[in-house]
């Protein structure tokens, strides 16, 4: 069978969220389990903030194996194009042909959000009523559709440093009410999500009430920090990988570093918490935080489920056979 490419546009046709979250939450408990082989990613720096990465994958059970290739761009926001762009390949597990190219920009977006509603499944209270958004561009949208789908929100309080993105974001959105400040928004929230840029500290501990739980989806490298030291140590701490956030997470390499705990603080990956082997939260009061910095097998599994929908619906351009 001849390699089809899928653009952004056959993607978004395919992928809904709700099974997306679904297949994610196997998927990372799948990863946790040890049936995934997947090195820490390959990361080139090209240019200040600017990165080049490589993440391959191969998930034994579905013989499913391939890689996403990504590229990180900050100035991009400036020039009206996307700062994250990637492709990601998928090969036949019998003959290790090409499967499908697809388009890696709003999978990697939607992977990203369908990880953090898995953590909002297992570890946020079940009667979280109230959600804080820090930031407004894609991460922020696709964050405030997937949470939403897991719990009710009343109140979502949305902040970001840059007003106008703040008012379109908020114009249009449910419940949606723009805050002050970073610190209006967080006080009193039940579930906190860091979608900023940020490579400094967006969120303070003093801000975090007991029984909040917060998700931070930034700072991938080891020189940068989202998440104030003294909160990293305070909460329950969940990471996609232990490798990986040991490896790459400034918030947590750098808090080792500083003292404030040890490679031990790090409690469960989700994939545990959804196999049940540990737990999310242990009492009401306790503060949780799911450090995210995305996964190859979140990529792959993304891109499968829409690469077997597209074939099912006949959408996507047939590569040229060799």
């Known amino acids: 069978m001849a390699a089809i ?4 546009a056959d993607i978004r046709g395919v992928l809904s969220g709700g099974a997306l979250t679904d297949v994610i939450a196997d998927a990372l408990a799948d990863f946790s389990a040890g049936n995934v082989d997947q090195p820490v990613r390959t990361a080139l720096e090209i240019a200040e903030r600017s990165f080049f990465g490589l993440m391959p994958a191969f998930e034994r059970g579905q013989a499913l194996f391939g ?4 590229t990180v761009m900050p100035r991009n926001a400036g020039r009206g194009l996307p700062t994250h762009q990637a492709v990601i390949a998928l090969f036949d597990a019998a003959t290790g042909s090409l499967a499908g190219l697809l388009d890696g920009r709003y999978i990697t977006e939607a992977r990203t959000a369908a990880a953090s509603a898995v953590s909002v ?3 946020a209270r079940a009667d979280s009523g109230v959600l804080a958004i820090l930031g407004s561009g894609v991460q922020a949208a696709s964050h405030f559709e997937a949470l939403c789908r ?3 929100f009343r109140d979502v309080r949305v902040w970001s440093p840059t007003p106008q993105h703040l008012e379109e974001f908020v114009r249009g959105r449910p419940c949606a009410r723009a805050a002050h400040s970073a610190a209006e928004a967080v006080s009193g929230a039940d579930v906190v999500v860091v979608a900023t840029s940020s490579v400094t500290p967006a969120i303070e501990n003093a801000w975090v009430a007991a029984g909040t739980h917060v998700i931070a989806i930034g700072a991938c490298r080891p020189s940068q920090r989202e998440v104030d030291g003294d909160l990293m140590a305070r909460a329950r701490l969940v990471v996609d990988s232990r ?3 040991l490896a790459e997470a400034g918030d947590v390499v750098q808090s080792i570093r500083e003292g404030r705990f040890t490679a031990e603080h790090v409690a469960a990956e ?3 918490v959804v196999s049940g082997a540990r737990a999310g939260r ?3 009061d306790e503060v949780t935080l799911f450090k995210s910095l995305g996964l190859a097998i979140e990529d792959l599994t993304a ?4 690469y077997r929908l597209a074939r099912e619906q006949g959408l996507g351009q047939v590569l040229e056979e060799r």
């Open 5 to 8: 490419w899928l653009n952004e």
């Open 67 to 70: 890689a996403k290739l990504v």
């Open 121 to 123: 499944r297992h570890m």
């Open 150 to 152: 897991e719990r009710h």
């Open 243 to 245: 490798e990986a956030a």
């Open 270 to 272: 989700p994939g545990e």
């Open 282 to 284: 242990t009492t009401p």
């Open 303 to 306: 891109a499968q489920l829409a």
